[in-house]
């Protein structure tokens, strides 16, 4: 961003003011060492150092549960301690404001949302999607970061040494008693035969320059994290600058962003991201699930769905907030953790934050919904063709569209962007999963031949 432009934002948004805590949040960001620790070593109170740490299954305190995920993209979680704790914004205070934690699906998103100028984030109840900009603001300061951790890298110097094309040896002996016009019609040949190849070489490799191209991240020159267009933090990631709070109007946003500028767009009264013709730069909304896209720009937005946690990250999250958390009395336990995903599901708010009383509340309101949907083989069977409409009706009669099912990734798809744009569904907990199969158990053999015939016939 320019200094012009920089002058323009103090005089044309309503109010304007330097936010001295992100500022400094910003600054001890940008000025710090990182530190790889390995699953023993401590971690200290350090204001130069970012400190990250891989863990893994066998980081966890207890050995005692078992762990079924079948993911094994997902087989840890980096936690990262940073230099200042996260200033708080709201009323609501993050338990161990210090930490974050990055998913390996989170490192993929942010590649993602690099290829794209119009993205939505959305997903499952509770899988910290607002949180995601955080670590988003962080991988953008820090790509060094990225580039240490993100299982993702290293594909692109593949693809790098991949382009040139290995070289054929000579021929070094020829037959002497070869005749003259044999030879010729050999040299013709083989001179179409090397134009042919050099033709097909320089086509590779133009398509794999251009998948490179594709795979670079972009990294905005200012970011503005607002909370629907009105209040707002920008970052000047390209320079050491002060951290902006600003108050204005949405269709204000055009006035300070260009094409190098990304917006991270947070709800709050569920208003649907406004984009316009005038506003040029990127933006991630954060939508929670079966709201309003972006108006008039729907063709042109990529949903992304955000993955849950699965019950091994969750239950390390837990082991953190446990030893690092300012003011939560009675957080729950290892063992209870597990049973809550067994239960509720892999959601942060049902496995770490919910009372007792709203975990009861919620269980004996998807107890009622879930014994309809599993009273006949014919409710059932509709519950299982039509997901995205119990979804929406769970939310309503249960408060979480996570009664019946949840969203995971296409673990099978080779491509990025399908894993997150085109999800599958499942059971959401392992408690629904034991009511399916138990429903299954006492279905005639005449039913179930049925359900496989109408099974492999959609599939066909």
């Known amino acids: ?62 050995q005692d549960y078992a762990i079924e995920d079948d993911d094994d993209y997902n087989g840890y979680l980096d936690v990262i301690k940073l230099p200042l704790p996260l200033p708080i914004l709201t009323d609501e205070q993050p338990p161990a404001p210090q930490f974050l934690f990055i998913r390996p699906d989170e490192y993929a998103l942010f590649k993602c949302f690099g290829q794209r100028k119009w993205c939505v984030l959305t997903g499952n109840e509770g899988n910290s999607k607002s949180w995601f900009h955080w670590k988003f603001i962080l991988l953008c300061y820090r790509q060094d970061l990225f580039n240490l951790f993100s299982p993702l890298e290293g594909y692109e110097e593949e693809d790098e040494l991949s382009f040139e094309e290995p070289k054929t040896k000579d021929q070094t002996y020829t037959e002497q008693a ?14 179409k035969k090397n134009k042919t190849q050099d033709q097909t070489s320089m086509e590779i490799e133009q398509k794999d320059q251009a998948k490179l191209k594709q795979s670079k991240l972009f990294i905005p020159k200012l970011i503005i994290r607002t909370v629907e267009g009105q209040r707002s933090l920008i970052f000047f990631v390209d320079r050491i600058s002060d951290v902006l709070f600003v108050e204005h109007r949405p269709k204000q946003l055009h006035c300070f962003m260009d094409e190098n500028s990304t917006i991270l767009w947070e709800p709050d ?10 506003l040029q730069a990127r933006m991630i909304a954060t939508v929670p ?25 969750l239950r390390l999250m837990g082991q953190i907030y446990r030893m690092f958390a300012s003011d939560l009395k009675d957080f729950p336990t290892d063992f209870e953790i597990h049973e809550r995903v067994l239960k509720f599901g892999p959601y942060i708010h049902m496995a770490l934050f919910w009372s007792r009383e709203k975990r009861d509340r919620f269980e004996e309101l998807r107890q009622r919904e879930l014994e309809r949907i599993f009273s006949t083989n014919a409710t059932l069977h509709h519950a299982q063709e039509n997901v995205l409409r119990v979804m929406q009706s769970s939310r309503v009669k249960t408060g979480s569209v996570h009664c019946f099912s949840k969203y995971v990734p296409d673990q099978d798809s080779d491509d990025i962007f399908d894993r997150y744009t085109h999800p599958r569904y499942r059971s959401s907990s392992q408690a629904v999963l034991n009511m399916l199969y138990d429903h299954i158990e006492n279905l005639s053999i005449e039913t179930v031949r049925q359900r496989l015939i109408a099974a492999n016939r959609d599939y066909n």
């Open 1 to 62: 961003m320019s200094d012009a432009t920089y002058e323009q934002l103090r005089q044309k948004v309503d109010k304007v003011r330097p936010h001295v805590d992100f500022t400094a949040w910003i600054r001890a960001i940008q000025d710090a060492s990182i530190l790889h620790l390995c699953s023993k070593d401590p971690w200290t109170d350090n204001v130069t150092l970012i400190q990250v740490k891989r863990m893994r299954e066998q980081d966890l305190e207890s």
């Open 289 to 313: 699930p079966f709201e309003n896209l972006i108006h008039r720009y729907q063709k042109e937005v990529e949903r992304f769905y955000l993955p849950s946690p699965n019950a091994m990250q």
């Open 178 to 191: 070869r005749a003259d016009q044999n030879e010729l019609e050999e040299d013709e040949s083989s001179n």
């Open 269 to 278: 009264s569920e208003m649907i991201p406004l984009y316009y013709d005038e």
